[in-house]
T-cell receptor
């Protein structure tokens, strides 16, 4: 079946621009996570949704970062007034909360480069 | 979350077993051990998880010591496609809210022909 998809796969932005990154989770997956991965490092948690409810946004680095999942399926991560330090791969993952394993299934990521 | 310690890198010959160690000495009783891997330019991929019993699936085996302070991921017949960064993660029971994964630096496994 279809996995988690993300778009765009690559995004180049000028410093100060706003960007929007999209995540399509696996159909029926209740939980959705966003992670940020800097070059050479492991992914770091940004935020978590259960259906449309954003239950944890403790990892968002600043108020320039905003995420939403209005209908409990597709999610968008928005970064306003991008800075060079925002350059990273942004990963989305989804999981079935009720599955015994609770494994998270990751998309391929969006590579953001801020110039 | 409990922290894990892994060697930064390992090499393995193609066709041989790859044994990746992980220390998690501060793990608590309700925390699971998860293994993920990340192949270059891809998102992380779930491999296996366990609580205290050894586990096996089509990808790998997970051996957890009796005191649960360490574990070993075993890839029985490594192939070149297994070259990746392997992450050992300790996390609460999957169905808990906000079960975010806390990734460390992982182990770079290089499988060589």
């Amino acid at each position: 079946g279809a996995g988690v998809s993300q778009s765009p796969r690559y995004k180049v932005a000028k410093r100060g621009q706003d960007v929007a990154l999209r995540c399509d989770p696996i159909s029926g997956h209740v939980s959705l996570f966003w992670y940020q991965q800097a070059l050479g490092q492991g992914p770091e948690f940004l935020t978590y949704f259960q259906n449309e409810a954003q239950l944890d946004k403790s990892g968002l680095p600043s108020d320039r970062f905003f995420a939403e999942r209005p209908e409990g399926s597709v999610s968008t991560l928005k970064i306003q007034r991008t800075q060079q330090e925002d350059s990273a791969v942004y990963l989305c993952a989804s999981s079935l909360r009720d599955r015994a394993s609770g494994a998270q299934y990751f998309g391929p990521g969006t590579r953001l480069l801020v110039l | 979350d409990a922290k894990t310690t892994q060697p930064p890198s390992m090499d393995c010959a193609e066709g041989r077993a790859a044994n990746l160690p992980c220390n998690h000495s501060t793990i608590s009783g309700n925390e699971y051990v998860y293994w993920y891997r990340q192949i270059h330019s891809q998102g992380p991929q779930y491999i296996i998880h366990g609580l205290k019993n050894n586990e096996t699936n089509e990808m790998a085996s997970l051996i957890i010591t009796e005191d649960r302070k360490s574990s070993t991921l075993i890839l029985p017949h490594a192939t070149l496609r297994d070259t990746a960064v392997y992450y050992c993660i300790v996390s609460l029971r999957p169905m808990e809210y906000g079960n975010k994964l806390v990734f460390g630096a992982g182990t770079i496994l290089r499988v060589k022909s």
